[in-house]
T-cell receptor, first 111, second 115 residues
């Protein structure tokens, strides 16, 4: 079964609006990471939040982590057309050290 | 190098042939991962290497798949007797260390098409 489940699968918003994506996982983690993938192949690391952290910011990105609920959210504020991409959460598993990815959220930001 | 380099970027092969995919990680990165991504899907973990430790091969889908990492640097993923369901983008990523709390740097991938 998949370690990371993301919600929603697809999101379409207008430029300037905020976008929120959620990720749930099943087993204990060292940290949780968010990545972006533009059409094409390469993934870009956005932000990492450790298991003992609850919130982290990086520019227009805000990530929260609730280890009691085994869930995380990624908020992109004041979205831009250039934010259009797929976003993946990845969990660094405490027991094995593996980095396991969710299925991703496809975000479309309309100009 | 400055980033993770993968070659070839595209590979078309006939069903039943063997293929080798190469990954050159960032210098000094001891952790190296291989993932597979089918069209419109998430990333499927295949294998990871950490320094001189035995690799975690638990994600390899069948015994047709194997990978090695020579000298703790370059890695090769080999698929023997390719099947059409092997068609996907194969992604390599490296990091300073597994579980170190650093993000992973991905290569641009190899798009494999089995015809």
């Amino acid at each position: 079964s998949q370690q990371g489940e993301e919600d929603p699968q697809a999101l379409s918003i207008q430029e300037g609006e905020n976008a929120t994506m959620n990720c749930s996982y099943k087993t204990s983690i060292n940290n949780l990471q968010w990545y972006r993938q533009n059409s094409g192949r390469g993934l870009v690391h956005l932000i990492l939040i450790r298991s003992n952290e609850r919130e982290k910011h990086s520019g227009r990105l805000r990530v929260t982590l609730d280890t009691s609920k085994k869930s995380s959210s990624l908020l992109i504020t004041a979205s831009r057309a250039a934010d259009t991409a797929s976003y993946f959460c990845a969990t660094d598993l405490r027991r094995t050290g593996k980095l396991i990815f969710g299925q991703g959220t496809t975000l479309q930001v309309k100009p | 190098g400055a980033g993770v380099s993968q070659s070839p970027s595209n590979k078309v092969t006939e069903k039943g042939k063997d293929v080798e995919l190469r990954c050159d990680p960032i210098s000094g990165h001891t952790a190296l991962y291989w993932y597979r991504q089918s069209l419109g899907q998430g990333l499927e973990f295949l294998i990871y290497f950490q320094g001189n430790s035995a690799p975690d091969k638990s994600g390899l889908p069948s015994d047709r798949f194997s990978a090695e990492r020579t000298g703790g640097s370059v890695s090769t993923l080999t698929i023997q007797r390719t099947q059409q369901e092997d068609s996907a983008v194969y992604l390599c990523a490296s990091s300073l260390e597994v579980g170190s709390g650093y993000g992973y740097t991905f290569g641009s991938g190899t798009r494999l098409t089995v015809v």
